[in-house]
């Protein structure tokens, strides 16, 4: 898992493998966006105002992450 944050945008990504991204974007919330592999597996997950994001403990609820 690497997590990175652009301070310029206030976007934080999530990435939870290294598994190439084949559809973009199921939104979770609205600051909250998933990518996804060609089998539907979870890549990554970019939380967008991640400062300012009170969605983060949401996610879990929201999606299901599986090991790589």
């Given at each position: 898992?690497?997590?990175?944050y652009?301070?310029?945008?206030?976007?934080?990504?999530?990435?939870?493998?290294?598994?190439?991204?084949y559809?973009?974007?199921?939104?979770?919330?609205?600051?909250?966006?998933?990518?996804?592999?060609?089998?539907?597996k979870?890549?990554?997950?970019?939380?967008?105002?991640?400062?300012?994001?009170t969605?983060?403990?949401?996610?879990?609820?929201?999606?299901s992450?599986?090991?790589?």
């Amino acid at each position: 898992m690497k997590i990175t944050y652009d301070k310029q945008t206030d976007a934080m990504y999530i990435r939870l493998n290294d598994k190439a991204v084949y559809h973009t974007t199921r939104k979770v919330t609205d600051d909250v966006l998933v990518d996804y592999t060609k089998d539907g597996k979870v890549v990554g997950v970019e939380v967008l105002a991640a400062s300012k994001n009170t969605a983060l403990p949401k996610i879990t609820d929201k999606i299901s992450v599986q090991a790589a």
